[in-house]
Nanobody, 123 residues
Framework: QLQASGGGLVQAGDSLRLSCAASGRTFSSYVMGWFRQAPGKEREFVSAISWSGHLISYADSVKGRFTVSRDNAKNMVYLQINSLKPEDTAVYYC??????????????????WGQGTLVTVSS
């Protein structure tokens, strides 16, 4: 089970930290991904972090502003978002695949999804 939180209404240039709490599996064996879905658009990849944190990937659109991290002792994954832009407005989801120790980025390679947390950025 995945539970995302931390979204809200912010102004352009602000920062947010999204959190995702995981339960039910050996969290430290799985890559964790962040995706987002803006109104009227497809769900898109944002970032992924490997089971031990040694591999990290970002979408080009968020590089330099977003930082993903995880705390395996707490079964938590985080997404720090800086310099927010109106185009970052979306529902943000954390996700995990069924297969352990496999670093994946594609939306359809993730099997478990949190409920999403809404980030709204006003200009």
């Amino acid at each position: 089970q995945l539970q995302a939180s931390g979204g809200g209404l912010v102004q352009a240039g602000d920062s947010l930290r999204l959190s995702c709490a995981a339960s039910g599996r050996t969290f430290s064996s799985y890559v964790m991904g962040w995706f987002r879905q803006a109104p009227g658009k497809e769900r898109e990849f944002v970032s992924a972090i490997s089971w031990s944190g040694h591999l990290i990937s970002y979408a080009d659109s968020v590089k330099g502003r977003f930082t993903v991290s995880r705390d395996n002792a707490k079964n938590m994954v985080y997404l720090q978002i800086n310099s927010l832009k109106p185009e970052d407005t979306a529902v943000y989801y954390c996700a995990a695949p069924k297969t352990p120790y496999k670093f994946v980025r594609g939306r359809y390679e993730y099997d478990y999804w949190g409920q999403g947390t809404l980030v709204t950025v006003s200009s």
